[in-house]
Structures are given as C-alpha cells and as structure tokens.
C-alpha cells in the first residue's frame, strides 16, 4: 500500500483550533477520494476505466505529531484529491521503512538514481530525526547518507544553496525517504470559514474569486443569472462546467440558476440606457442576498476588480450593494486582469472561461454607461422599476444543479 505525508499549512498557526481543523481537513479529504470530479472525468489516464472512477477510493488517513498519513492503493486518486485540498503545504508519496542506518542509506541512493533519470545533477538532503533514539542525528544523517548518495551515483554533486532536487528523509515511528514533495495549495481547510453564495458568471474573474475563498476555509454555493433565450444553453452549460472546476476544490458546489430575462427586459424598457448595467447588477444583488438567507450563507462573492470595467467604479460598486446588508467580499477587488488570468490558468478554469459563449449582462449593455453612479439616484431609479415581485418569481422558479 502507498503513503502520503502531508505538511499542514497554516493550521501549524492555529493553536486552539488546531484540532477542530485538522478533524475538518481529515474529514475533507475523505469526501474527496469519494467524490467523483470534475477533473478526474478530464483528465483521467487512458487505463482507468469509468467504472473504477465512480467507485470508491478505500484510504486510511491517520494523524501522528502534527503529521497527516494517507494509506491507499490508488495512487491517481490521492494525487487528484491533494493537488485539490485547500489546507495543505505540501505532500509527498512515499512508503514506511525499517529504522535503520542502511535502510535509510539504500532508500537515499534510490531515489539519488530518480533524480539522476529525472536529469537533475545538484542535490541537498534534509533530514528530521522526531525519534531520538536513532543512532544518528539529523546532522549526522544527512552527511553521511549525502556521502553514500555521491558515492553511488556519478553526475550528481551537493549544492546546498541552490539544489535541483532535495531528499527528504523523516526518522517517526518508522523512517521516510522521498525526494518528490509536491507543493500544496495552503489556505485553510474547506468548512472553517462559514459559507458564502459567488456570483458565477461565465467569466474569467469569478471562478477565481470562488477559488480564493475557499482557500481561506469557505464553503461554496453560487449563484448564475441567465436571460435565456437571449443567452444560449451552451453559456448555461459553461457556467455548470466552471462550477464543477471549483467545486472540486471545495467538495462540490451546489449552483442556483436563475432566469433574469423579465427583469432585464424591465429594465431596459423603463430605464436610461447608461444605467441599465449598474440597475441590474443592483437587482443580481438583491436577488443573490434573497438566496443566501434563505440557504443560510453568511455572505456574498463577487468577481469584481476596481476599474476593470465600468460598473466596477468605486462609486458603482457602492451603487450595486447599497439595497444589501449582507458583506459582499471581492477577494480581486486589487487584482489585475494578467494575474487573474494566471490564477485562473493554474486552477483550470481559464480554458472554459475563454469559450465564447454570452453572459446576460453584455445583452442591452448600452456604449455609453454610467461611470461614477450616484447612490440616491441609482436607488430612486431603482425602486421606480418595482423589480421586486420579478425577482420574487424569479427566485422561486430557479433550479438547482449538484456540481
Ligand atoms: P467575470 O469575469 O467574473 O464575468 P467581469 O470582469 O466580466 O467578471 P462583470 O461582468 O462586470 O465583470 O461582472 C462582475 C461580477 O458580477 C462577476 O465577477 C460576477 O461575480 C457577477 N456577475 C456578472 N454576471 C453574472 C451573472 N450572469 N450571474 C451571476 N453573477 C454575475
Ligand atoms: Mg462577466
């Protein structure tokens, strides 16, 4: 059977709610090898069959001295599951050995040879002796294991500053060796954090503010506006994809999707064209905050950067959330659009992104909108479109997808 060691992230800061966090984090990972996902369904190699996706992944997950261990046979699960896991700093597969001298030796001249075929040529070891009663120290550890390492391999040399490859060895309860530790996405683990309803466009931006937030330990809904027939059921499909994408790192998503073709069309027909943006992302708002009381989120998120596009003016955005008491976190609001983009790439949802299906807010978008919103105003506009019982039934004949 394969092990993992998993390096806790920022948990090691928690003192108090350390143990809440890593019983939440055990607990996640779990769920996780048992999920199918999004990614797994991409991305799965050739030989894994649909039926052995869908099954469940049998692991054992044990916690000893601030260290997680994952036991399982499936190998392409885990590394799906911990590349996903929102909490982690790094892991790193590897196998328990015997705690000895030479079987520590033997295991850093291995993998010495993997980093030679892996076509590295400087490497470092680092070595962590927890029990004391092995009869080197972690000193001692890594001059003569990297001795044997250089003896047994040609073409590798030490380089302590700057290595290609690092070996890893632990001295627990039984003695690891590895030099392939993965780096693990941080943050904090999904459900330490409350819940929070994204507005999910079909953009780039919001997945990415999704993301974010679950990295700081929040639990996802979301929420997706539609003006179908004026948008399509591809643009409908996309948004379901992205959902999925994030879903993945924050144990699914459950996605509302709401038909706003009758307030948009209120909208237009009683409003001045410039403001026809700022009005309905006053009405998504709205409805969004609706939602979220009703399935018991604590707030809302949004994908909004400062200055990106003219309704995400300071003053506009103040228009947008002035009807709302709920927080509207907007963790891009400083972001620029190349490091979105970036993000978005690394958490795999750029490529649906880009697919060139219409959002409902680019349908009656006038040239020329407003730019610097007046609060009163907006609201005096608003409240003349009596937008409420629209939202209400708008609401109420939303559906509902898993992803
Ligand atoms: P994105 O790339 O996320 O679509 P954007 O740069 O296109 O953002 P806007 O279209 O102004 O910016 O949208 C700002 C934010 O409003 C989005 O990030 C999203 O949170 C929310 N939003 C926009 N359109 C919708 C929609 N159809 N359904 C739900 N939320 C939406
Ligand atoms: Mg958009």
Redesign the pocket.
């Known amino acids: 059977m394969n092990t993992w060691l998993l390096k806790l992230g920022e948990l090691t800061l928690k003192g108090g709610n350390r143990k809440t966090f890593e019983s939440v984090l055990k607990r996640n990972l779990l769920r996780m090898l048992d999920r199918p996902s999004a990614t797994n369904e991409n991305a799965a190699p050739p030989d894994v069959q649909a039926a052995d996706k869908a099954a469940p992944v049998k692991a054992r997950v044990e916690t000893r001295n601030g260290r997680f261990y994952v036991h399982c046979d499936d190998e392409y699960a885990v590394e799906q599951a911990l590349s996903h896991l929102m909490g982690i700093s790094g892991w790193a597969k590897t196998r328990g050995l015997e705690k000895t001298v030479e079987a520590v030796m033997a295991a850093c001249i291995e993998e010495g040879k993997k980093l030679r075929e892996r076509g590295i040529s400087t490497f470092k070891i680092e070595a962590r002796r927890t029990d004391k009663s092995f009869p080197l120290d972690s000193w001692g550890l890594r001059s003569q294991c990297g001795q044997a390492v250089l003896d047994a391999i040609s073409g590798l040399t030490v380089d302590v500053h700057k290595p290609g490859g690092i070996i890893q060895i632990e001295i627990r309860e039984k003695a690891y060796v590895y030099s392939n530790a993965q780096k693990g996405l941080g943050g904090l683990p999904v459900g330490t954090a409350g819940r929070g309803l ?10 990415v ?1 999704g993301f974010l937030m679950a990295n700081r330990g929040m639990g996802i809904d979301a ?4 003006a179908y027939p004026y948008t399509s059921l591809e643009a409908r499909q996309k ?1 379901i994809d992205l959902a999925k994408i994030v879903g993945d790192y924050c144990l699914g998503i459950r996605l509302y999707i709401i038909g ?1 073709t009758r307030v948009q069309m209120r909208i237009k027909e009683r409003s001045p064209l410039p403001w026809s ?1 700022v009005l309905l ?1 006053m009405a ?1 708002m709205e409805c ?1 905050e609706k939602l979220a009381l009703k399935i018991k989120s604590k707030c809302l ?5 400062l200055s ?2 003219a ?2 003016t300071v003053e506009n955005l103040s228009c947008t959330q002035s009807r709302i008491k709920l927080p509207v976190l907007r963790p ?1 609001i400083g972001i620029g659009k190349e490091s979105i983009i970036r993000k978005a790439e690394t958490i795999g949802t750029y490529e649906t ?1 880009i697919q060139p299906y219409e ?4 349908l009656f978008s006038p040239p020329h909108p407003v730019l610097r919103g007046d609060v009163s105003e907006a609201n005096a506009l608003y409240e003349s479109l009596e937008l409420g019982p629209l939202i209400d039934e708008a609401l109420g004949e939303g559906e509902s997808v898993r992803c």
């Open positions: 994204l507005l999910l466009s079909g953009g780039i931006d919001s997945p503010a929420v997706h506006f539609h948004v706003f943006t992302r998504m969004a998120i949004s994908g909004e950067s990106q596009v309704s995400q891009l992104s959002d409902c807010c680019v």
